[in-house]
């Protein structure tokens, strides 16, 4: 066991039998169950408010999540000698969600509707604490004059997140078109750039339309909650059970983003495959309603290139004369799968589910 484990392990009260490194974290199988030891670098406060909010969904929810648990001293935050605090959650024996398997992500999708349905019903004084925490975040992030990051994006509505996309994008046309002597990957996006910004400033001006802003604000007046990064990587599926984890981004906001985020992450890896992709959006439609202002919402931000502007941007910002082999199939493969993701954003925005 690694020394720092057995140092944070050590001020809880469990009986550690084996160890073993996983995805930025350690796996402990103890006498007392199967536990995950995990760095943590955000605020005591959201640390406090993420605990209430799994708490309760144990006590009431409608789908497995993990669990923060306190050390010997009563307290959720543990340090090492270096003073680095971790986290101990109490975790599952299951595999990730296979993207592969059809059933898992119908499995998923329904688990995620049934985790917006119980966040729905969070009592008024735990959300009231996560709201607090949410304006505290903000305050400070503003008065840092720090970028906008996954946990304080309450602060823009969708249509400015996505708006601020595409300034990014005319950056990097205006940077390329005084540019003189080209690679071929700038040559690739230069080619690409002008149809892939059309698409993405129709989809910020409809996401701009007042009903579709309306979607956003009624959600937050309401105080929905949403997890934040809802993903393959974050549910666990086992036994025909589902368990939702790492809950570190959640936040008030609109719930239809979560399922855009799963949706979009899968459907790339299938090719946008409408038949799956209908499939997916139908089964968390049937756990929970959506309106037909928030099916419009989600077919816009599938509309929004998003897979491609984030690699364009990642080349941009970072060193131009040399960019991986990796990164630079991503965008192709963003080029390459453009007609399909279009063709299944109209097929939404113009279906009724």
Known sequence: MNDW????????????????????????????????????????????????????????????????????????????????????????????????????????????????????????????????????????DMTEGNAVTNTHKE????????????????????????????????????????????QADIAVRAMMDGELYEVEEQAKKEGHLIHGAYHQHNVLIGQGQTAAVNFEQFRVGCQICDLYQFIRKIMEKHNWNQELGMRLIREYNRVQNMSQKEISLLGFMIAYPEKYWKQVNFYFNNSKSWISEKNIEKIKKAVEQNSVRTAFADCLLQKQL
């Open 5 to 140: 484990g057995m140092s944070v392990l050590s001020q809880y009260p469990v009986t550690v039998r084996t160890t073993r490194k996983v995805r930025g974290a350690l796996l402990c199988d103890t006498k007392e169950g199967l536990y995950l030891l995990s760095e943590y670098r955000g605020k005591q406060a959201r640390l406090e408010a993420e605990a209430a909010l799994l708490l309760y969904l144990a006590e009431n929810g409608m789908v497995h999540t993990d669990q923060i648990i306190k050390n010997e001293k009563e307290e959720l935050l543990s340090k090492n000698e270096e003073g680095t605090g971790y986290v101990l959650k109490m975790w599952y024996p299951w595999p990730e969600c296979s993207v592969s398997s059809i059933g898992d992500l119908v499995q998923a999708v329904n688990s995620l509707a049934r985790l917006h349905v119980s966040m729905r019903r969070m009592p008024k004084h735990l959300l009231i604490k996560q709201e607090k925490v949410q304006s505290e975040e903000s305050k400070q």
């Open 155 to 198: 602060r823009q509505s969708l249509a400015c997140q996505y708006e601020k996309h595409n300034r990014e994008l005319r950056r990097v046309r205006a940077y390329l078109h005084r540019k003189k002597k080209k690679s071929v990957l700038e040559q690739f996006i230069q080619k690409s750039l002008d149809e892939m910004y059309n």
